[in-house]
């Protein structure tokens, strides 16, 4: 079974936000075209076996969330009966877990 990707508001801010942040950087369209295409190839590639991802826990417990890795940043997503959900996109760099969870 292959699962369709579903991209949550927040995770299209994120990825929108990324792009701006290349763009920025290289001030080349293609190129955060390209950043952006690779990273959402890297989540396409758990359509065959989304459990395959890293796992998210927090003090050992399973929190629900798996992720993958893209360069400098972690995609969070769910895997629901059908389709894997995108959460967030963050930089791996941030507090991930008060981002996702809060205080």
Same mark, same amino acid.
Do not use: C, H
């Given at each position: ?26 001030? *080349?369209? *293609?190129?955060? *075209?390209?950043?952006? *295409?690779?990273?959402? %190839? ?23 969330? +798996? +992720?993958?890795? +893209? ?9 629901? %009966? ?12 941030? %507090? ?8």
């Amino acid at each position: 079974m292959s699962y369709s990707i579903r991209y949550t508001p927040e995770s299209q801010r994120d990825i929108e936000g990324i792009w701006d942040g290349v763009f920025e950087v290289s001030k *080349d369209y *293609d190129t955060a *075209d390209r950043y952006i *295409d690779e990273l959402m %190839d890297t989540v396409a590639g758990k359509k065959a076996f989304p459990l395959s991802g890293t796992p998210l826990r927090y003090r050992g417990l399973f929190t629900g969330f +798996y +992720y993958v890795k +893209y360069k400098k940043y972690l995609v969070f997503y769910r895997v629901n %009966d059908s389709y894997i959900e995108v959460i967030r996109v963050i930089m791996s760099k941030m %507090d991930y877990m008060r981002i996702l969870f809060g205080d």
